[in-house]
């Protein structure tokens, strides 16, 4: 049957499916080792799994409140507090949905317009275009530099963000730090200067802060909001999935000032009424973590990452070694004339291991062309595997 333009809206045909999640279906066609999507094989802390099955024994089985179950709210904040020395009111400043995922699409729905332009590091995480597109607005994009370390020129950023003038002016930027899929971890100084842009040209800034404790040597990870005269106009996103390696709850929460909570409180509500309640009973386990866990998470990756590192240097590739989050780009270049795509392509039916192609993190793909992306959320022994597979490059 041909296709009959108008049986999708028009927003859908401006973006193309997940290439991430393509990557993984393709990875199990071909029984290759996915390194594509970042989620790991390793088990969840089990005192946490534990905290979930007794909640669903104890018949926490129907909705909790559309915004999220108060002791986990209370949780989430009671660790704020500890952590980042920042007081959070859960009963006002906190929403729980499903996954950081669901936390970004409610809070640029919730305070962008049809019409307004938003501001998007590039190389991005691919689900922050079409979010965009979905609120209707425009991205701008800011591009990280792969060949200065991912640094990003200011002159041009504020050059942006006036010729956006014209059109109404920028409303929000989305940053994300530790970045996907760089590994970059924004410096205090990179803070320091968006939070002066921010309140000098009136945007929000909304954060995606899901590899918060996944960070490197002698980097650290620091929340924009906290920054002097952020934590009106910013919007911090995180959640479970990365820290306790549950991707498949869906667990992810929004601090935000009380005006803008409720906005998002809404569009929440009737986008998916609310995350399971269950986990979010073992959420308050997780957020109740202190002591050497989070080090030890970071340290257990750093192994991977400079395992993963190594492997990829010596078969020629040329990597960024990631300052954070848990994913190498490389470039393929020094290896192959293919681009991104027939690279990957053939990385999975001939070798073996799925990456993403760099082009997916890109608004036009040929800036992405000679780039790819490795997850190393995965056990030693997965990963050495994808290392012999991959040796075969050099043959
Ligand atoms: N954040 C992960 C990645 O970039 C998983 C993405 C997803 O499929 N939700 O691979």
Redesign the pocket.
């Known amino acids: 049957m041909p296709t009959v333009p108008n049986r999708i809206s028009q927003k859908v045909t401006h973006f193309t499916e ?1 290439v ?2 393509e990557m ?1 279906r393709l990875a199990f066609q071909h029984e290759a080792i996915n390194l ?4 790991p094989n390793f088990p969840a802390p089990e005192e946490i799994k534990k905290a979930a099955c007794q909640a669903i024994q104890d018949d926490i089985n129907q909705y909790a409140i559309t915004w999220g179950a108060p002791g986990f709210r209370r949780a989430i904040s009671d660790k704020y507090r500890e952590m980042y020395d920042w007081e959070i009111d859960p009963e006002r400043e906190l929403t729980v949905a499903c ?1 950081s ?1 669901e936390c970004m699409i409610s809070s640029i729905l919730a305070l962008v317009n049809p019409g307004d332009q938003v501001l998007v590091f590039e190389p991005f ?3 922050y275009g079409p979010d965009a597109i979905i609120a209707g607005a425009s991205p701008v994009y800011i591009s990280l530099d792969a060949n200065r370390d991912w640094t990003f020129d200011f002159q041009e950023l504020e050059q942006k963000i006036q010729d956006a003038q014209s059109g109404g002016g920028i409303r929000a930027l989305i940053l994300n730090t530790p970045n ?2 760089t590994g970059k971890v924004f410096s205090l100084e990179e803070l320091g200067k968006l939070s002066e842009l921010a309140q000098a040209y009136d945007f929000y800034v909304i954060t995606d802060e ?1 590899y918060e404790h996944i960070v490197y040597d002698d980097h650290k990870h620091y929340p924009i909001a906290l920054f002097p005269g952020m934590k009106d106009r910013t919007i911090t996103i995180s959640g479970l ?2 820290t306790f390696s549950v ?1 498949g709850w869906r667990i992810g929460y929004i601090i935000a000032p009380e005006d803008l909570t409720d906005g998002i409180r809404k569009i929440h509500d009737f986008l998916t009424v609310g995350a399971a309640a269950p986990l979010q009973e073992a959420g308050v386990k997780a957020m109740q973590t202190r002591g050497q866990y989070y080090e030890k998470l970071a340290s257990e990756y750093r192994q991977r990452r400079d395992y993963l590192v190594d492997v990829l240097q010596d078969i020629g590739f040329k990597v960024w070694i990631p300052a954070g989050a848990y ?1 190498i780009m490389v470039e393929i270049s020094p290896l192959t004339d293919l681009d991104d795509v027939q690279f990957v392509d053939q990385l999975i039916k001939n070798y073996g291991v799925a990456a ?1 192609p760099g082009s997916s993190f890109y608004h036009r793909p040929e800036l992405g062309r000679r780039f790819i ?1 490795f ?1 190393f959320c995965k056990t030693q022994e997965v990963l050495r595997e994808a290392a012999e597979r991959l040796q075969r490059l050099r043959d």
């Open positions: 997940s991430i999640r993984t594509a999507q970042g989620f996954g995922t995480y691919e689900n996907n899929p899901i999935s990365k991707t994913y993403v992306r997850a």
